[in-house]
Nanobody, 126 residues
Framework: QVRLVESGGGLVQPGDSLRLSCAASTALFPMYAMGWFRQAPGKEREIVAAISKTGDSTYYEDSGKGRFTISKDNATSAGYLQMNSLRPEDTAVYFC???????????????????WGQGTQVTVSS
């Protein structure tokens, strides 16, 4: 029903920046809350950041606070994750997720999201 496509991943050095994009197929994207998750090899998928449908409310996991910024452009049906000061421990496959939201709140659990992208690889290495 709703397709999400991530892009922008790649190989970078520690301290570099990267901007991930998430293109959504739905014209109702202004009604969707969005989140970014990541999964490193051998580890469970974890929350990185989340944003409400209007973009007024955001959440960041401790690991990304002060370094990552989640945003949403409802005019173009796209979500973003700006990552600065990248560290080797940020290496993972990053997924965007979305769900229809009645209220203007964000969601931090995987089960809250109905739609997922295919993931984009981020590798931070010297």
């Amino acid at each position: 029903q709703v397709r999400l496509v991530e892009s922008g991943g790649g190989l970078v050095q520690p301290g570099d920046s990267l901007r991930l994009s998430c293109a959504a197929s739905t014209a109702l994207f202004p009604m969707y809350a969005m989140g970014w998750f990541r999964q490193a090899p051998g580890k469970e998928r974890e929350i990185v950041a989340a944003i409400s449908k209007t973009g007024d409310s955001t959440y960041y996991e401790d690991s990304g606070k002060g370094r990552f910024t989640i945003s949403k452009d409802n005019a173009t049906s796209a979500g973003y994750l700006q990552m600065n000061s990248l560290r080797p421990e940020d290496t993972a496959v990053y997924f965007c997720a979305a769900r229809y939201a009645v209220t203007n709140k964000y969601f931090t659990t995987q089960t809250a999201y109905a739609y997922w992208g295919q993931g984009t690889q981020v590798t931070v290495s010297s």
